[in-house]
């Protein structure tokens, strides 16, 4: 068994105000840790994973489709690998959550910024 601490991950800022973290891994799957500030986006992308979220703090406007879907604490999500998405924080107080990559998000790009 692995156990990972969120207070031993590296975080390291993905875009101006998105934190995130890698935690616990294994050959099938992976879970981040993330944080996003007030006003802080995440632009709008897609990646090859499968990804499930759950939010425990604050509320993630996600646009997928041209929707908007709004969750909050407690809410979690599914979105298909290659499906394009955004989200964006338009709260004042920061969101936490966790997500899950399936297949793992081995090495990130946000991960290394040289790779940028």
Do not use: K
């Amino acid at each position: 068994m692995e156990r990972v601490s969120l207070s031993d991950s590296d975080t390291a800022e993905a875009a101006d105000g998105v934190s995130l973290a890698l935690l616990a891994g294994s050959d099938s799957m992976n879970v981040q840790h993330f944080e996003i500030d007030p006003g802080a986006t995440v632009e709008e992308h897609s990646h090859p994973h499968e990804q499930t979220g759950f939010i425990y703090e604050g509320e993630l406007t996600f646009r997928v489709d041209g929707e908007e879907i709004v969750c909050g604490p407690g809410d979690s999500y599914a979105i298909p690998g290659e499906q394009p998405h955004a989200a964006t924080n338009r709260g004042d107080d920061p969101v936490r959550g966790v997500d899950i990559f399936s297949p793992p998000r081995e090495n990130p790009s946000w991960r290394d910024p040289s790779s940028e």
